[in-house]
Each structure stands twice: as C-alpha cells, then as structure tokens.
T-cell receptor, first 114, second 114 residues
Framework: AQTVTQSQPEMSVQEAETVTLSCTYDTSESDYYLFWYKQPPSRQMILVIRQEAYKQQNATENRFSVNFQKAAKSFSLKISDSQLGDAAMYFCAYSQGGSEKLVFGKGTKLTVNP | NAGVTQTPKFQVLKTGQSMTLQCAQDMNHNSMYWYRQDPGMGLRLIYYSASEGTTDKGEVPNGYNVSRLNKREFSLRLESAAPSQTSVYFC?????????????FGPGTRLTVL
C-alpha cells in the first residue's frame, strides 16, 4: 500500500522568509499524482499545488513551488515570502493513476512569526 | 455555488446513539468521499462513491455505513456511536475518476461521543 510521510510535525518561519516542508512517499507505480493541501484554523481544506508524476518540471503557484524528486520519491513544498496567512496545517497527499483514493500524510503545522 | 456543504457542524452523542452526517455538493461531481481526521493521524478515508449508486470501503470503514442518495448527496451513518468515533469528519467530492483532479472539501463536522 502506498504511504506518505511528513517527517516534520511542526515548523516555524519568520514573516517574509522562505520555508520548505518535506514529504516522502512510497509507491511502485509510475502513474501517480501528488498534492499539497492547506488547512487553516477554519478547518477548510484548500488545494495549494499539484504535481503530475510524468512531468519533469516542478509545479509553481505564485509563492508556492515544489521540488519533485521522482527517483528519491520526495515532494517538498517551498513557501517564499511567507505571510501570516500561511500559518496552517499542510498535508501532502498521493493519488495513484486510475484510483479513487487519496492517501494523506499526517501533516506539518506551520507557524509564521511576525 | 455553495461547493460542498455538511450538516451539522458540531454534534455531541452518547455512546450507543445513532446519527447521520449529511453531505451535498452542487458542482455536478461524480465522486464523493468521507474522511475522518484525528490529531496526529492526518485524514483517513472511510468510504467513497465513484458514481451514483456505488459505494466502496476505504481505510477505516468499521462502524460506519454510507448512502449515495443521488448524484448530489452522500450521507454517513453511525449506527451505534462509540468514543473511538470522536473525530472531525470531512466530506469531499471530485469531478471525474481522473486522479489529477483535486478533491473539494466541505467545512467538516466535529463529532464528540461521550
């Protein structure tokens, strides 16, 4: 079974600085998709960014970018110019191609200090 | 569009009581999901429905039943609540079976079983 591991239960960053959240996954499949979701204190789950495994180019969405290392099965999230509104739980998730299921990591709590 | 809505937002039950969590989406999505979120555990899939009239077990289905009432609605029933079912429950939906599609989440229901 596929597993997703987030090794950092908590992280903190100063406002305007850059932070990287780590995620590794275990799969023997070649067709899969990876996601980062943000969960602020409101509990609402919000998609931050997604990456298709077949794409070599790392995905970018404004201040959010990923470092996708397929051979190492690593999918880290970089947040640049951190803002107070970035404070949240961040979940890494994996979906196998053709599968209905989304497998989540246990999350990383990000604190942004003013 | 309201997106994915869940009722109720909060609920307290006594052990042995039953209840149904309601979920509806107005995005014409085919797939719908129920997750539970426990501290330090991330989100775990309880049941999902790939299309109207079909349901399948996820990672933690014991103690739950589901009904895909129509394309819009997907309910989760606890027949005899137990303290171990104290959790935050999320409903989600996705447009198609294609795995690159993100899941859209409801606001969650916080359930406490005494």
């Amino acid at each position: 079974a596929q597993t997703v591991t987030q090794s950092q239960p908590e992280m903190s960053v100063q406002e305007a600085e850059t932070v990287t959240l780590s995620c590794t996954y275990d799969t023997s499949e070649s067709d899969y998709y990876l996601f980062w979701y943000k969960q602020p204190p409101s509990r609402q789950m919000i998609l931050v960014i997604r990456q298709e495994a077949y794409k070599q180019q790392n995905a970018t969405e404004n201040r959010f970018s990923v470092n996708f290392q397929k051979a190492a099965k690593s999918f880290s999230l970089k947040i640049s110019d951190s803002q107070l509104g970035d404070a949240a739980m961040y979940f890494c998730a994996y979906s196998q191609g053709g599968s209905e299921k989304l497998v989540f990591g246990k999350g990383t709590k990000l604190t942004v200090n003013p | 569009n309201a997106g994915v809505t869940q009722t109720p937002k909060f609920q307290v039950l006594k052990t042995g009581q039953s209840m149904t969590l309601q979920c509806a989406q107005d995005m014409n999505h085919n797939s719908m999901y129920w997750y539970r979120q426990d501290p330090g555990m991330g989100l775990r899939l309880i049941y999902y429905s790939a299309s109207e009239g079909t349901t399948d077990k996820g990672e933690v289905p014991n103690g739950y039943n589901v009904s895909r009432l129509n394309k819009r609605e997907f309910s989760l029933r606890l027949e005899s609540a137990a303290p171990s079912q104290t959790s935050v429950y999320f409903c989600a939906s996705r447009p198609t079976v294609f795995s690159y599609n993100e899941q859209f989440f409801g606001p969650g229901t916080r359930l406490t079983v005494l």
